[in-house]
């Protein structure tokens, strides 16, 4: 059983946006780390973003920062991230991830490097 399932990708048109959701299977995304990443055809998994597991501080990509928002709602138990603005470098495979546990890090290499459960992703494509 895949521990995390992501939805919401599409196929939209340039400066448009998408909301792409993240659940878990099983289990509660409190005080977990939860975090993005994309993977484009031909190129290597990036960063995304990162949501904190308690103080839900965000970080960013500096290819997304101003344009994309990652929240959770712990009452869905649901991890949102919200594109705007998107653009031809965007459209890959968005893949979440999750901390097996609590985590305690303030950093962004912190908050990435401890998210170990993954979904199966969500494709999101622009059109030219």
């Known amino acids: 059983q895949v521990p995390l399932v992501e939805s919401g990708g599409g196929f939209v048109q340039p400066g448009s946006s998408l909301r792409l959701s993240c659940a878990p299977s099983?289990?509660?995304?409190?005080?977990?780390?939860i975090g993005w990443f994309r993977q484009a055809p031909g190129k290597e998994r990036e960063r995304v973003s990162c949501i904190s597991a308690f103080d839900d501080t965000t970080y960013y990509a500096d290819s997304v920062k101003g344009r994309f928002i990652l929240s959770r709602d712990n009452a869905k138990n649901t991890v949102y991230l919200q594109m705007s603005g998107l653009k031809s470098d965007d459209p890959a495979v968005y893949y979440c991830?999750?901390?097996?546990?609590?985590?305690?890090?303030?950093?962004?290499?912190?908050?990435?490097?401890?998210?170990?459960?993954w979904g199966q992703g969500t494709l999101v494509t622009i059109s030219s």
């Open positions: 991830a999750a901390s097996k546990g609590p985590t305690t890090s303030t950093t962004a290499d912190g908050c990435f490097n401890y998210l170990e459960l």
């Open positions: 099983g289990f509660t995304l409190d005080y977990l780390a």
